[in-house]
Antibody, heavy 121, light 108 residues
Framework: QVQLVESGGGLVKPGGSLRLSCAASGFTFRDYYMIWIRQAPGRGLEWLSYISSGGSGMFYTDSVRGRFIISRDNVNKSLYLQMNSLRAEDTAVYYC??????????????WGKGTTVTVSS | EVVLTQSPGTLSLSPGERATLSCRASPSISSSSLAWYQQKPAQPPRLLIYDTSNRATGIPDRFSGSGSGTDFTLTISSLEPEDFAVYYCQQYGGSPRSFGQGTKLEIK
């Protein structure tokens, strides 16, 4: 079945780095935009970063631009998020999701269960 | 930048009642550029409605969406116990894409 499984979360010190992964299965991964969305404890959803189906187009929200890098491997059906210079405010559950929209990202119809990132000394 | 404002923040209703959740966009967006998600505790969001009024696969017909321009509505015709959750709207008519802050639907 269609599935997304995130991994790579954990506890990291401020200023540290972490790489999240998202393994996709059950659909043609290379046909879809993919996105990372995060949710801080007790807060709402934040549209973080997305990447086009071929990997050439990327977007970052202001709070992570210059610190996070999104990438994908269409052969191995995986999405990544390299997170550098982490701050306490990056503490959140990080979801990867499949995005509907052939030419631009629209809505998310498949979500992973999320991976938790905690930034604390 | 499109800002989505959801109201009310919390809605207290009983099973069997009708729920009406609002999402206001500023500035206005295309009438077919809004989605709704449901999120239960410790679970990822689930897509309910896309293109303002289309139900996602497997979503019961008690859920319906409507609206255009600046005002959008999610209606749950008769609440079931499993419907009590947090609901988010999300727009894709403007850049960057954005979510509303959520409406918590709680049991009265």
């Amino acid at each position: 079945q269609v599935q997304l499984v995130e991994s790579g979360g954990g506890l990291v010190k401020p200023g540290g780095s972490l790489r999240l992964s998202c393994a996709a299965s059950g659909f043609t991964f290379r046909d879809y935009y993919m996105i990372w969305i995060r949710q801080a404890p007790g807060r709402g959803l934040e549209w973080l970063s997305y990447i086009s189906s071929g990997g050439s187009g990327m977007f970052y929200t202001d709070s992570v631009r210059g610190r996070f890098i999104i990438s994908r491997d269409n052969v191995n059906k995986s999405l990544y998020l390299q997170m550098n210079s982490l701050r306490a405010e990056d503490t959140a559950v990080y979801y990867c999701a499949r995005v509907e929209g052939r030419f631009s990202p629209k809505y998310m119809d498949v979500w992973g269960k999320g991976t938790t990132v905690t930034v604390s000394s | 930048e499109v800002v989505l404002t959801q109201s009310p923040g919390t809605l207290s209703l009983s099973p069997g009642e009708r729920a009406t959740l609002s999402c206001r966009a500023s500035p206005s967006i295309s009438s077919s550029s809004l989605a709704w998600y449901q999120q239960k505790p410790a679970q990822p969001p689930r897509l309910l409605i896309y293109d303002t009024s289309n139900r996602a696969t497997g979503i019961p017909d008690r859920f319906s969406g409507s609206g255009s321009g600046t005002d959008f509505t999610l209606t749950i015709s008769s609440l079931e116990p499993e419907d009590f959750a947090v609901y988010y709207c999300q727009q894709y008519g403007g850049s960057p894409r954005s979510f509303g802050q959520g409406t918590k639907l709680e049991i009265k």
